[in-house]
């Protein structure tokens, strides 16, 4: 696998703009989408409920490292999400785009 999507869900769209800002600007990410979620989960035993910002990263998966480190250092979160999917596509323009605008 060489690209994926990394999904990580925000408490504010503050601090996903910061990772986002720092993510783009290091190059470890070609692009990301912000999407506003109503999110239900379990957290110790009880429901909780409250609006986040999902963002899906486009990246290369060798660098996924790196943005997790960025990320930990400014979520508030003291367990959060940081899913990565295998990324592939037939459009090898789009590919080589993620290839280009991030760093090895």
Request: hydrophobic share 40%; with cysteine; net charge negative.
């Amino acid at each position: 696998m060489k690209y994926c999507m990394i999904e990580v869900a925000f408490d504010n769209k503050k601090e996903a703009n910061k990772a986002i800002d720092e993510l783009l600007n290091k190059r470890l990410v070609a692009s990301c989408q912000m999407l506003e979620s109503n999110s239900i989960w379990n957290w110790k035993h009880e429901r909780e409920q409250s609006k986040e910002c999902i963002v899906l990263m486009k990246t290369k998966f060798s660098l996924q490292s790196k943005i997790y480190n960025v990320i930990k250092n400014i979520h508030s979160y003291d367990c959060f999400e940081f899913a990565v999917f295998e990324l592939s596509s037939c459009n090898e323009d789009y590919l080589n785009w993620i290839e280009s605008e991030t760093n090895a």
